[in-house]
């Protein structure tokens, strides 16, 4: 009897879990759904700046959902300004772009007032629980000096996630304040991350957290606990979207970042990193998965039923590894000093800012070169009996680059052409020119014809051939296949 009582009770257990998670399942998936109806339509691209958020912030000011307060200035004198909703006990501080160049949850952030203002959408009962239940303390892009530049550092060249013990930034002052005064039950530091791999597999981690370490002893608390939850049941959303590909940070205490220090100090903290997903290079798709990992989030909180989450499970998430690169060219012969090897190339796509970081253009180097075979890359090409060498320069000089447009770059390339020069008084950096739509890597004025044989380092820019017949051409790390030819899918270089 006893027995079976126990098993009934177990059983019981077990339907309310199941019943819980397709709750938060459903939710989960109609938060996906409506983002498309409440996404900020006035934030388009990554490198937007304060000017951009400072109307979007004005016209909620007077709407009695939100209370508006400027919490300080940074370095350079921007006021930077704190949004208030909701009127419940637990305390939520979440704040985004500490660092300058980390926007995708600025983006979400007014996403989810945009949400917040709506009615009628089935979220009503949403909205009434989590607004009763939580008080929500938004700062969005808490180093608008750095977004100026679409830097990590702030102004001072100061990361201000260092700078929580020390605080010579106002930022990490203004921060640290809002801490002591609020004392936030739960704090929410969103991010943007390189690109990482999920653990050890060929999948970029999309999004990644981190449950921040309090000691270097990486000691459990109900505080640190109550994070790991929060994460483990924003996981098992995400999987559901993108399967695989959700990482964790190593929770290595680091004792000068906030988050460490804000979990020190008695508030749960949990670190969101938005990170790559192919063919999302605004991360307009990461942007949504924000939205809706984060309201999923505040809802487990409004209720409690974040405690329902299994803290061990956390340590299921795989952690960001190395292991992935843009590009991978495996097995190419490659000659040199008169002999032949195999070799593997690992190359990324950088972003390099201009028009004062309003832009970007694609930069590329061979980043590793050898033995790969751990590694991935999100595109590869076999180049098993292909043979690896730089291409020819062009002997024709040329004015401009929009000469250089007009050319049929697919002949150059299929006769092994894929560095064409500019005439020596040609002033590209003058008139701010960096890159070009052309398949071709241009050569400025009096630039060295790169030589030998394409190695680490070196920008990715060469040609893979077939029995002597050009059958790949990588200018700038793009891929263009001679015999199935779009010249139109990569950014060729000025360099
Ligand atoms: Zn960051």
Known sequence: MRIFVSKLFFFCITLTTVSSIAQSDELAKRLFEVHKTYREGSLTQRRFKQKDILPLIARRQGNPLYKIESVGESFEGRTIQM??????????????????????????????????????????????????????????????????????????????????????????????????????????????????????????????????????????????????????????????????????????????????????????????????????????????????????????????????????????????GRWVYDLVVRNATVRQSGKSFLADLGINRTEVNYANATKFFYYSKIEDFGDLHPQYGSEEIDATGLTIEKGKVYPTTYKNVSEVSKLNALNLLREGYTYVRLATDSNTRALGLYFTTSPLHILRGGQAAPSGTPGLGNTATFILKKAGKVKYAVINGFVYDLDNFNGGKGQGIIE
């Not at 304040?177 to 943007?192: A, T």
């Open 83 to 320: 949004i208030k909703v909701g009127n419940g006990k637990k305390k939520v501080l979440l704040w985004t772009q500490m660092h300058g160049d980390e926007p995708t949850a600025t983006m979400a952030s007014f996403d989810i007032f945009n949400f917040l203002e709506g009615k009628n959408d089935g979220f009503d009962d949403y909205r009434k629980k989590l607004l009763e239940n939580t008080t929500l303390y938004f700062v969005p892009m808490l180093n608008p000096d750095g977004a100026e530049r679409y830097q990590r550092r702030t102004m001072q060249g100061i990361d201000m996630n260092r700078d929580a013990a020390s605080r010579q930034t106002p930022e990490a002052v203004i921060l640290k304040g809002l801490v002591d005064r609020l004392k936030p039950d739960f704090g929410f530091n969103l991010h943007d991350q390189m690109r990482y791999s999920a653990g050890r597999s060929p999948k970029v981690a999309t999004i990644s957290f981190l449950a921040t370490s309090y000691d270097y002893e990486l000691s459990i608390n109900p505080v640190r606990e109550r994070s790991m939850q929060l994460i483990v049941g924003m996981n098992k959303i995400l999987q559901k979207y993108i399967p695989g590909q959700v990482a964790r940070y190593a929770d290595d205490h680091e004792p000068r970042g906030f988050g460490d220090n804000v979990q020190k100090w008695g508030t749960t903290l949990v670190l969101i990193e938005s990170g790559v997903y192919v063919g999302d290079p605004e991360k307009q798709f990461i942007r949504q998965l924000n939205f809706m990992a984060i309201l999923s989030a505040l809802d487990k909180i409004s209720d409690n039923s974040l405690t329902k989450e299994k803290r061990d499970e956390y340590y299921d998430i795989p952690e960001n």
